[in-house]
């Protein structure tokens, strides 16, 4: 079973190294923990405190949590500031498998064209098709905040 990759495009108004470094070295400071986190509680209302984002092949992305206890959603696959990194992305709890999401910034007349691919569901297996389904518009949703931190 092939399954379609989720592709999401958006023009942001600052120059590629900007945004390379908004989408990375400051994911901390626009991601929507409170919609998009692992460790968030609806029954307490406990928060993350924060996300880091390991700018580096190998490094990771990693969820912080109210009691300080880390939790690795991502490891850089590929590396290659300030125009494209690739992460094997399992934002999970207890992950089974991982997908890959792709994120390439290309100069454009606006600023920067970013370009999000997120692809390999099949890893996933009967789950794949409904994952997909719901990363669909949650990636709308982050960058929906992307875009809220560029004003």
Known sequence: MTVEPIVK??????????A???????????????????????????LPV????EGRLGGQVVEIGADG?????????????PHRFELSW????????GSILEIRFSPSEQGTQL???????EAFGERALELRGSYDPGWDQVLVALDAAFV
């Open 9 to 18: 495009t958006r023009h942001v108004p600052v120059p590629v190294e900007k």
């Open 20 to 46: 390379f470094e908004l989408f990375t070295e400051r994911l901390d400071t626009w991601w929507p923990l409170h919609t998009h986190s692992i460790s968030a509680d609806e029954e307490t209302g406990t």
């Open 50 to 53: 924060g996300v880091r984002f």
């Open 69 to 81: 206890t880390e939790y690795v959603w991502a490891e850089v696959v590929a590396w290659d500031p």
């Open 90 to 97: 399992h934002p999970t709890m207890n992950p089974i498998a």
């Open 115 to 121: 370009y999000l691919e997120h692809r390999g569901w």
